[in-house]
């Protein structure tokens, strides 16, 4: 893995991407096959894990990738509130238990490490990757890229209908943009990983049964917070200076701050 980064961290990038995406979507059939859902999820997103923090402390890559700790207080933060009310989203229309205990368990899990694989893989990986030549450009990608790998949804067995996937893709990408915003400006994926966690693990009790009406409004409200407290960070966290670190190529150009 070390030799493949130095060579081309935006290949590292994709080439991640791509084993999470294909992978999980297979471990979503494979767990629905069997009948425990999410189960082979939960294994297969540990075996991820586990791969991926190993690289990255190995590495000594934890400031690089945004695995250390926050750089300034909870205030210019808002004291993520904002964070607090993206969370709490699959929760808005009530709670409903969806699975049995052991499919909760599973699902619980398995949702809990996705947010760290992806904000790893997502704005870890790829962002960094793309923001030695243009930061702009990175961040677009980074969180285009985020929402349109949602649509597998569609496709993995979990029975989401088009209009909630495009809801949920347009959602992504707003999220998607204010996660890399964080990791940005603050230099620490901590917030992402624990917001994107949570926000997954509670969709195990949502309710949705909401009509296209709701669904659609819920997508714009998401969409207001993302943008809105994306815009907030870049006026109370000032932007700063990449971290230099002794690996491959990772001494920084000069780019253009956000």
């Known amino acids: 893995m070390k ?6 961290e935006i290949w590292f990038a994709v080439v991640w991407i791509i084993i999470y995406v294909v992978g999980s979507s297979m471990a979503d059939n494979i767990s629905s096959i069997i009948g425990v859902e999410k189960s082979v999820t939960l294994f297969w ?8 923090y190993s690289f990255v402390k190995k590495n000594e890559l934890q400031n690089y990738y945004g695995l250390c700790g926050i750089k300034y207080s909870a205030k210019k933060y808002l004291y993520y509130i ?7 989203v699959n929760l808005w229309s009530g709670v409903k238990v969806n699975y049995s205990l052991i499919e909760t368990v599973c699902y619980i899990g398995s949702m809990l490490l996705v947010g760290f694989l992806e ?16 930061v702009r450009t990175a961040i677009i990608v980074s969180s285009i890229t985020f929402g349109i ?10 029975g989401t209908d088009i209009l ?15 996660f890399v915003t964080l990791f940005h400006r603050g230099k620490s994926l901590w917030p992402c990983i624990i917001t994107h966690s949570i926000l997954n693990a509670l969709s195990v ?13 819920v997508a714009m409200i998401l969409c207001a917070i993302s943008i809105g407290y994306s815009l907030i ?16 190529r990772y001494a920084p150009r000069t780019d253009e701050e956000i």
């Open 233 to 248: 960070l870049m006026k109370t966290i000032p932007a700063s200076e990449e971290c230099q670190i002794p690996f491959c």
């Open 45 to 52: 997103n540990i075996v991820l894990t586990v791969i991926l």
């Open 205 to 217: 009790f949502a309710n949705e049964t909401g009509s296209k009406q709701y669904q659609i409004f």
């Open 3 to 8: 030799v493949f980064c130095k060579k081309s």
């Open 82 to 88: 904002p964070l607090i009310i993206l969370a709490s």
């Open 149 to 158: 790998g949602h649509i597998v949804n569609l496709f993995n067995g979990s």
């Open 164 to 178: 909630s996937n495009f809801c949920q893709v347009c959602y992504a990408i707003a999220i998607g943009y204010l």
């Open 119 to 134: 904000e790893v893989i997502f704005r870890g990986f790829l962002f960094k990757a793309m923001s030695k030549n243009n």
